[in-house]
């Protein structure tokens, strides 16, 4: 394709990317969206004037270059043409999680000193209104979606369509100053700013440039060789930084077309009707589909119960081969097609993967048997690491080296380098500009030959040449022999067990490693059904000696994984204890993004960690609980500590010597 | 500030004029009275409530409203003109649509079946040109699916529209009753106790979409309604009855401070 060839050359931003799309391929869907039942569509053209309208009346209402943008709501096409509209004004999109509080939101909206905000509904309006006092560079919004909006005071406020038509109405005045204003912008302009999650600390606003965007962009749509009648959903927050490469990034710089789903709970369903060939999921949404289908298969008839466990037992055998072109005899191949009529095909299909040509899950590691169902189905699953920082992309999988414990190798154009202590920097065409007011952070992070610390702790296996991410680099110690400690390893693999919702691993600084389990209601409620075990609570069915058994075997056959890694074998489990609560962030033993807080969990534990190192067969325990409506009480339990076996290993630490 | 041409409400909102008005109501079953010499009136684009407590009459009234009963004496006037005997269909094409205390579904239908089956006063081509899906049938189809598909994105069930009403839980069921209501396109909305059996949230949804119809499509409701505080913050003027009569008529703060509303409601010693 001739405009691949010509690179970047003259493609220095996304207004200039949707001209030459508008151009030379006008007539192909830019956007979908499903509203009243049908999937509405717009060509890159239409995507265009829809642009440039907004663009104008943005220019109308008063936005000057270098203004922030603020942007809230649910992936829709108005809320991407707002994003690429402020870029054609000189302005900075910042995009917010729509799901955010009003106080969350006023802190990124005065960090940024957002002039105009443009909200997707009444809900969202409502809570900049809620804040705005504080605001003092506010100036207006504007809505999409009018319902409700009636009543509002309409001074500061303005309905999207309307600006649009101002817009049109006020062309001949402003088209001069937005053609002027779009053809400033260069490779070093700021493309986006988006807030990291703060999960430590405040969030920072991370400044990404048109470089970094559009670098990144092209490499990874040349990477998987994405095409012009690729079809991604966009379902994932957009002030995600994989949502903004996928639907804007990537999808300017190939031309491919962007859906939109028509609310959240319509998600799975628009997923079918789409087929995406693109796609991306954490692993959350990969786990949630397979249970559905288990949980349906169940219900299904014995004859087509057998046929799924005969045919997937196949897959599962060859599937992962054929998909990566490894020699496999022709018998399997033949059965395996009729597998595909009869089996495969049908569950692509009812799971909306049966155009996937490159899927792709990030953000948590996923668990072997989930990655390994949807890869022998044939659908091309692969693993990527990735940062806001870094635009995404530092590692990707290429197609036929795809395995479930590395995140692959050095995306093109990233270099890797591992620090002394373990922890993973990268530099790259990608590399963020800078957090925004935050010289000191910007500096903590990126020295200045531009190599960025990940934070996590990580190192390439000689073997392949692929990285391997351990955990957080402040989470990994050492044990009290010397031997290297990384909880998150260990408590991934426990976690994969379905019975196991949560799991928290000790012995930094010990002799041994011990570890907390939390059952998973949902799947060992489901098994107590079935196997007529009756309770009365959440904390009985923990307690249950056929359920502590069933963990007991998940440990132990944990540890003897734990046991053959070469680094890690000294993170076997010893001894367990199986908690009566369930950990929960209102109790402030986790995140909202339910990431385990250790420390607190240490602390708060305390008399059941002793418990766990000092030999003792059962303790006894009260835990103070916060119910939902903010009411206190406490939980009295005597909790059994138990015995795992453990494989002996040889500490690698002392063969060394 | 009310005149016969409409008012203004406390939050600002223009009210029109006589939409309907109920000039001295008796309904008989035989021996009992169950509506006595009841008058009012209901402006265009409020939202009236009538309430009471157990067996004051109000789904009676509702009943007579929409034509399911003929009052014994009395007229009902309508757009300015009496409203001579009618049938309930023919009450229906006149503007006037309801939803029902007890769930009136068709359960075996898929939500979007059961919310077409609100069109069913707009439709006009014949059974023949229906079956063959021909013509004018095929146009009128589209047309009708589009002002539906609006009533679904506004009553946020899209993700329901092709699942058997049998399936969805009560609160979702109620809430596709009014959007069968709505797809009518009335002039006037009946509502008889849109939030029975609700749970909070459910009340404060629903309370939400019958706001937003009224605000969006200036729809005038009459609603019959149990829990007072709904009743309070959702209506503009209340009829209160009891036993049958009429005993108070006014905005909620009137009609919360009127002596005899009290003894209805909270039991007076006789």
């Not at chain 2, 979702?172 to 909305?189: D, G």
């Not at chain 2, 609603?223 to 959702?234: A, P």
């Amino acid at each position: 394709m001739a405009y691949m060839a010509e690179g970047a050359e003259g493609l220095r931003s996304v207004p200039a990317l949707l001209d030459r799309n508008a151009r030379e391929f006008g007539g192909s869907p830019a956007y979908r969206e499903k509203e009243y039942g049908i999937w509405q569509s717009w060509t890159w053209s239409e995507a265009k004037d829809e642009i440039e309208a907004l663009a104008l009346g943005l220019l109308n209402l008063g936005v000057n270059r270098g203004d922030h943008v603020a942007i809230i709501g649910r992936n829709r096409p108005t809320l991407y043409w707002s994003m690429v509209a402020a870029q054609m004004c000189g302005a900075v999109p910042v995009p917010l999680y729509q799901d955010a509080v009003a106080e969350e939101m006023e802190y990124v909206l005065g960090h940024c000193g957002a002039r105009f905000v443009i909200a997707a509904d009444q809900e969202q309006v409502d809570k900049v209104i809620e804040v705005q006092e504080d605001l003092h560079q506010f100036e207006h919004m504007i809505y999409v979606d009018p319902r409700g909006m009636r009543k509002y005071d309409h001074t500061r406020l303005h309905e999207f369509s309307h600006v649009q038509a101002q817009g049109r109405a006020a062309r001949d005045e402003f088209s001069k100053e937005l053609e002027s204003r779009k053809a400033e912008l260069d490779y070093d302009s700021t493309c986006v700013m988006l807030y990291t999650s703060g999960t430590t600390g405040k969030p920072k606003g991370v400044v990404l440039s048109n470089r970094n965007i559009i670098e990144s962009g092209k490499a990874s749509s040349e990477f998987d060789s994405l095409r012009r009648d690729d079809e991604v959903l966009a379902y994932l927050p957009m002030a995600w930084v994989g949502d903004f490469i996928f639907s804007i990034g990537q999808a300017y710089w190939t031309g491919f077309c962007v859906n939109c789903p028509e609310s959240v709970e319509t998600l799975l369903n628009d997923l079918r009707e789409i087929a995406p060939s693109y796609y991306f999921a954490p692993p959350r949404i990969f786990e949630t589909q397979l249970t559905q289908i288990m949980i349906r298969m169940e219900d299904a008839s014995p004859m087509k119960q057998r046929m799924f466990k005969h045919f997937m037992a196949h897959a599962r055998r060859v599937g992962p081969d054929i998909l990566d072109g490894k020699p496999v005899s022709f018998g399997d191949r033949m059965k395996y097609a009729l597998g595909e009529v009869l089996v495969y095909g049908p569950l692509k299909n009812a799971m909306g993967f049966s155009k996937v040509r490159v899927g792709y899950t990030a953000g948590e590691a996923i668990g072997p048997e989930i990655f390994d169902f949807y890869r022998s189905l044939g659908i091309n699953l692969k693993q990527l690491y990735g940062q806001t920082e870094a635009s995404v992309f530092i590692t990707v999988q290429p197609d036929g080296e795809v395995r479930s414990d590395t995140v692959g190798v050095p995306a093109p154009g990233v270099e890797l380098r591992i620090a002394e202590n373990g922890e993973v920097f990268y530099r790259s065409p990608g590399v963020f500009v800078e957090y925004y007011n935050n010289p000191d952070s910007t500096a903590g992070t990126k020295d200045a030959e531009g190599w960025v610390a990940t934070g996590d702790a990580g190192f390439i296996e000689e073997s392949s040449g692929h990285l391997r991410i351990i955990d957080r680099a402040k989470d990994v110690g050492q044990m009290a022999d010397g031997a290297m400690f990384a909880p998150k390893y260990v408590e991934n693999k426990l976690k994969f067990f379905p019975n196991i919702l949560e799991a928290v691993l000790l012995g930094n600084g010990r002799d041994y490693c011990c570890a907390f389990l939390n059952i998973d209601l949902t799947a060992v409620g489901n098994w107590a059904e079935r196997n007529n075990i009756a309770y009365a609570s959440y904390q009985e069915l923990a307690g249950h000696p056929q359920v502590i058994a069933q963990l007991k075997g998940h440990v132990e056959e944990v540890n003897k994984s734990v046991a053959e890694d070469e680094m890690l074998s000294g993170c076997q489990v010893h001894r367990f204890i199986v908690l009566h609560k369930e950990l929960d962030a209102d109790d402030g033993e986790m995140t909202r993004t339910r990431k385990v807080k250790r420390n607190v969990i240490a602390e708060k534990f305390g008399d059941l960690v002793a418990a766990l190192y000092d030999g003792s067969e059962e303790v006894y325990t009260e835990t103070e609980v916060t119910y939902e409506d903010g009411r206190k009480g406490k939980i009295k339990a005597t909790l059994k500590v138990i015995d795992a076996e453990t494989v002996p290993v040889t500490p690698r630490a002392v063969a060394a010597e | 500030m009310r005149d016969t041409e409409g008012y203004v409400t406390a939050d600002g909102r223009q009210i029109g004029g006589v939409l309907m008005e109920m000039k001295n109501i008796t309904l008989k079953f035989g021996g009992v009275t169950a509506i006595q010499d009841i008058s009012f009136d209901i402006h265009e684009g409020e939202i009236r409530a009538i309430i009471g407590p157990n067996g004051a009459g109000k789904s009676s009234m509702l009943n007579v409203i929409s034509g399911f009963y003929t009052p014994t004496v009395g007229e009902v006037w309508y757009k300015g003109a009496k409203r001579p005997q009618m049938k309930p269909y023919e009450v229906a094409r006149m503007g006037v649509a309801r939803t029902f205390q007890n769930i009136a579904l068709f359960e075996g239908m898929t939500v979007l079946d059961n919310v077409m089956t609100g069109r069913l006063t707009h439709m006009k081509s014949g059974i023949a040109a229906q079956a063959l899906w021909w013509g004018s049938a095929q146009r009128e189809e589209i047309e009708n699916r589009e002002v539906v598909e609006k009533v679904i994105d506004f009553l946020e069930i899209q993700n329901i529209r092709k699942t058997p009403v049998g399936r969805l839980p009560y609160g979702l069921k109620k809430r596709v009753e009014l959007a069968r209501a709505l797809a009518a396109e009335p002039s006037l909305l009946l509502l008889d106790e849109p939030m029975a059996g609700m749970n909070v949230e459910e009340k404060e949804d629903m309370s939400r979409f019958i706001l937003d119809v009224n605000d969006e499509f200036g729809t005038t409701i009459a609603l019959i309604e149990h829990d007072m505080g709904v009743v309070m913050d959702l209506s503009d003027r209340v009829v209160v009855m009891d036993y049958g009569k009429k005993i108070g008529d006014g905005t909620p703060d009137e009609v919360r401070n009127n002596q005899d509303v009290i003894d209805a409601y909270l039991g007076v010693a006789h």
